[in-house]
């Protein structure tokens, strides 16, 4: 959520940030909006102070034997006047709110301006696609000629878009997640969590999620939500909290499955587990201080490569536009690994700085030692390190044979128990 201190003082910079999304121009709804509720405030400030300066003159007149029937009077007025103002508070806080949680996060003044993933900015392309003396597969059709994806018997029990994974690909998907989460914690220093997968909803408002997301998530009859990805447990983990400045940066990694209803996504990528309703990722996440969101922002890039370099798989780093970028991020850098059947590059991890967007929305802020009275918003970071079913997927074609067989790769051995071939 933006800083409404920011819209009252710069509406030309909210304005603009909405332009460069696409969207349309609110400062001078929200500025209007803000302008009444801060009088209704007010006013209710003053007659509630004038109530209890009544209220002691009544007590004063009474007791001296005077008479008290015209402050009676006042105070029988102002009591009938508060339940109006504190209606209109309310009515007034509910609108500008509503306006607020729903605009997105401001650009970063380096972000590209663009419409979509077509004005996204290459970075750079590390690796070189393999050339196959054959015609590559799908990973679909290798899983499923090897015996071991099973993408009919899913949908049987559970629908489109679900998988069934067995013997050596699913210990393969194991083991991925295995080796990137030593990697994370032993490289590059993130503390690994085990979280809840149910979260309730003021979580998901937390990071963004809700209330625009609402048609993407799964929710139990319960109330409670299954998370789309575990940004939304790792973060909300310093929720309405004052951190010890001494104790940033924080980072954290999970991994979890996620859950997501693809409503967004009608007709693309039906087919494989390029996107699906569940879904394995290892995330990663940052909380640091505002100066060191940028710096952290790179190293969290770097960790995600990591993994994709030591896989040895060809991919390359692209900075999203303005009009490409998820709502909660001032800037957001794509990881996008090559896929052979599809002779094109694919997301497949995504790290983002959100600044001090999804601390306000969490009031997460921290303390330090010089300065004991003030607190500043955190800056929190988000990435996926990576997912692991297109990672996967990405193994599987990059490292399949003429026979059909799949090459293990080198640092995955050791996780597969020395299994060389996936045959």
Request: charged content about 25%; hydrophobic content about 35%; glycine content about 8%.
């Amino acid at each position: 959520m933006l800083d409404i201190k920011l819209i009252r003082e710069q509406p030309e910079r909210l304005d603009g940030a909405l332009e460069k999304r696409g969207a349309d121009k609110l400062s001078e709804i929200i500025v209007d909006l803000d302008a009444k509720y801060r009088s209704v405030v007010t006013q209710l400030q003053s007659l509630l102070s004038s109530r209890n300066q009544v209220a002691k003159d009544i007590g004063s007149a009474k007791a001296k034997g005077e008479d008290a029937s015209t402050l009676l009077a006042q105070s029988a007025q102002i009591k009938e006047q508060i339940p109006v103002l504190e209606e209109n508070e309310k009515r007034l806080r509910e609108e500008l709110d509503l306006i607020l949680e729903r605009i997105p996060n401001i650009p970063a003044s380096d972000v590209p301006l663009g419409k979509d993933e077509h004005d996204n900015v290459l970075v750079r392309t590390v690796g070189t696609p393999k050339t196959f003396d054959f015609t590559p597969l799908p990973h679909e059709d290798l899983g499923e000629k090897l015996g071991l994806m099973d993408f009919e018997g899913a949908t049987k029990m559970s629908g489109a878009r679900f998988v069934v994974l067995k013997g050596g690909l699913a210990r393969l998907e194991r083991a991925l997640a295995q080796f990137m989460l030593d990697i994370h914690t032993s490289q590059f220093g993130y503390t690994e969590v085990s979280p809840p997968l149910l979260v309730k909803s003021d979580a998901l408002f937390g990071t963004g999620q809700l209330p625009k997301f609402q048609d993407d998530q799964f929710q139990t009859t319960s109330g409670y939500y299954l998370i789309p990805t575990a940004e939304v447990c790792l973060t909300n983990t310093v929720r309405e909290k004052i951190l010890d400045e001494k104790n940033l940066p924080l980072r954290l990694t999970a991994h979890t499955p996620c859950f997501r209803q693809e409503a967004g996504s009608a007709g693309r990528d039906t087919k494989g587990m390029m996107r699906q309703h569940q879904f394995y990722k290892v995330e990663l996440v940052s909380i640091v201080k505002p100066e060191d969101s940028e710096a952290e922002h790179q190293r969290m890039v770097s960790a995600a490569e990591e993994i994709l370099k030591k896989l040895d798989l060809p991919y390359r780093l692209m900075l999203l536009c303005t009009g490409d970028m998820g709502f909660g991020a001032a800037k957001t850098y794509d990881l996008e690994v090559w896929i052979p059947s599809q002779n094109m590059y694919r997301e497949i991890s995504s790290c983002s700085n959100c600044t001090d967007f999804q601390a306000r929305r969490m009031n997460t802020r921290y303390r330090g030692s010089e300065e004991a009275s003030k607190t500043t918003f955190v800056h929190t970071l988000n990435g996926s390190g990576l997912a692991v079913g297109r990672t996967l997927l990405a193994v599987m074609e990059n490292y399949q044979q003429a026979d059909g067989s799949i090459l293990v790769p080198e640092v995955l051995k050791p996780y597969m128990g020395g299994i060389g071939v996936i045959q």
